[in-house]
């Protein structure tokens, strides 16, 4: 079975500065997705990034970027120019692959992101 | 557009009472339906899945059951609630997007059992 740990329980960070979140899982599959989820205080789960692991390069959306070591089993995710409403908890999550259609998620913990105005 | 309702929102109820908690999903057909849990301190868990009407997969052990009466409908019960069912429970619904798919939560559901 496929495990996700957040090491992280809490991080702050000075708005408009970067931070990075850390990500490791373990695994027996050479196929799989990994993601970044956000859930801010309206508890609304919101998908920030994904990477497929058959790719080498790092996923990016905005100001959003992962660093993505699959030798390591590492997924960290870095969020620059912090802003206040990136505040919320963060949750990294692992999909096999071959389940095509199917969003079975296993979950870490959760970093709770403070930011600091 | 696609949206998720979970509700209630909130919920208290006593040990040993039965428990109904209710997603429905709009603008889209045979979804892919989840429910999971996220009990204190830990991450959010697999609790059920359903690729179809009538059609469940259990993933852990437990003392919830799950139903899904429609398409769009998915409902985690209880005939009695212990005090470890306390926790937050997320809806979820998922589809396929050209070559990927995508899940989609609910707003949750924080049950307290007292």
């Known amino acids: 079975a496929q495990t996700v740990t957040q090491s992280q329980p809490e991080m702050s960070v000075q708005e408009a500065e970067t931070v990075t979140l850390s990500c490791t899982y373990d695994t027996s599959e050479s196929d799989y997705y990994l993601f970044w989820y956000k859930q801010p205080p309206s508890r609304q789960m919101i998908l920030v990034i994904r990477?497929?692991?058959?790719?080498?390069q790092n996923a990016t959306e905005n100001r959003f970027s992962v660093n993505f070591q699959k030798a390591a089993k590492s997924f960290s995710l870095k969020i620059s120019d912090s802003q206040l409403g990136d505040a919320a908890m963060y949750f990294c999550?692992?999909?096999?692959?071959?389940?095509?259609?199917?969003?079975?998620?296993?979950f870490g913990t959760g970093t709770r992101l403070t930011i600091i105005p | 557009s696609q949206t998720i309702h979970q509700w209630p929102a909130t919920l208290v109820q006593p040990v040993g009472s039965p428990l109904s908690l209710e997603c429905t999903v709009e603008?889209?057909?045979?979804?892919?339906l989840y429910w999971y849990r996220q009990a204190a301190g830990r991450g959010l868990q697999l609790l059920f899945y359903?690729?179809?009407?009538?059609?469940i997969s259990s993933e852990v052990p437990q003392n919830l059951s799950a139903s899904r009466p429609q398409d769009r409908q998915f409902i985690l019960s209880s005939k009695k609630l212990l005090l470890s069912d306390s926790g937050f429970y997320l809806c979820?619904?998922?589809?396929?997007?050209?070559?990927?798919?995508?899940?989609?939560f609910g707003q949750g559901t924080r049950l307290t059992v007292v």
């Open positions: 979820a619904w998922s589809r396929r997007v050209r070559y990927r798919t995508e899940a989609f």
């Open positions: 990477q497929e692991a058959y790719k080498q």
């Open positions: 359903s690729v179809g009407i009538g059609q």
């Open positions: 999550a692992y999909r096999s692959a071959p389940d095509f259609g199917n969003e079975k998620l296993t």
């Open positions: 603008g889209t057909s045979n979804p892919n």
